[in-house]
């Protein structure tokens, strides 16, 4: 599934070709792709609607709209989660739909010397994606903790809030309602970064192991911005993290740090990487 790093270059990738562009009409393929309102009303709100951002927050990208100049509607939002399988892609119009085209969007042309039009295609092979249309952010994102790269998100955030619960380590760093972003790949990654124990008590965790661990989630994201993304089990973004891998995905190849082998575990559901020495359960 992608996450931060994949999202966001996702977004830098769609920002210069959509921008600017004014959606001519949306083609609803597969109805429940639609998560908010109707696939109906989808269909009929977002026709006119400019594109005037392409924003990303959490692992949701977010398009914003603006609708035609002279009404006075409300500012809505297209927020679309690619989940296991989605895929945005800009195609053009005249190219026929593949079967696991969800919603395509026609676009209005990026000028008037330019010629046809173009589709931002979503496919989904495996249907969990999900696209909301709202002129309420708050309704779809509210519940989000925040962005590992905001000004929020202090070392000093970190150990209060890791203190003020009592989860296991790496599934509280997957709630997304405490930090947003975070999937399995990067959780692995900063918490081999940081020597800590994916079963480690979230109040456990000392001040500086906080402010250690803090860095740890920044520096793994950033590198995974850097690399593009990982392609690993979604669709090729032309990212190349995965080569660059700490412990994901590298069970019995030697620790980076220590030699000795990564070992895979399981923890609440998830397939988990760790260093047995690097990172030890105390
Ligand atoms: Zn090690």
Not at 4 to 28: D, F, K, W, Y
Not at 80 to 93: A, E, K, N, Y
Request: one cysteine or more; aromatic letters at 8%.
């Amino acid at each position: 599934m992608p996450e931060l790093p994949e999202v966001e270059t996702i977004a830098r990738q769609l920002r210069p070709a959509l921008v600017g562009r004014t959606i001519v009409s949306a083609n609803v393929r597969w109805a429940r792709t639609i998560a908010m309102p109707s696939a109906r009303k989808f269909g009929n709100d977002v026709k006119g609607q400019r594109i005037t951002e392409v924003a990303r927050r959490a692992k949701f990208l977010v398009l914003k709209l603006q609708g035609p100049e002279d009404s006075r509607s409300k500012t809505y939002s297209i927020l679309i989660h690619l989940r296991m399988s989605g895929d945005l892609s800009i195609r053009d119009s005249k190219i026929k739909p593949d079967k696991h085209d969800r919603l395509i969007f026609l676009l209005s042309s990026p000028s008037k010397a330019a010629e046809g039009e173009s589709s931002l295609v979503f496919n989904d092979t495996r249907k969990f994606g999900r696209v909301w249309l709202t002129d309420d952010l708050q309704s779809v994102l509210g519940g989000l903790g925040p962005e590992p790269f905001s000004d929020e998100f202090t070392p000093e955030w970190l150990y209060t809030n890791l203190h003020a619960r009592h989860r296991l380590l790496k599934p509280l760093l997957l709630d997304q309602s405490f930090l947003a972003g975070l999937g399995n790949i990067y959780t692995d990654e900063a918490l081999h970064m940081a020597k800590l124990h994916p079963l480690a008590a979230s109040d456990s965790i000392k001040r500086k192991q906080a402010e250690v661990l803090h860095e740890a989630i920044r520096a793994v994201l950033q590198e995974g911005i850097r690399r593009n993304g990982a392609s690993i089990d979604w669709v090729y973004r032309g990212g190349e993290y995965q080569n660059y891998f700490r412990v994901y995905d590298r069970t019995n190849r030697p620790c980076i740090v220590c030699g000795r082998k990564i070992q895979k575990l399981v923890v609440g559901q998830r397939g988990t990487h760790i260093c047995p020495h690097c990172q030890k359960l105390r």
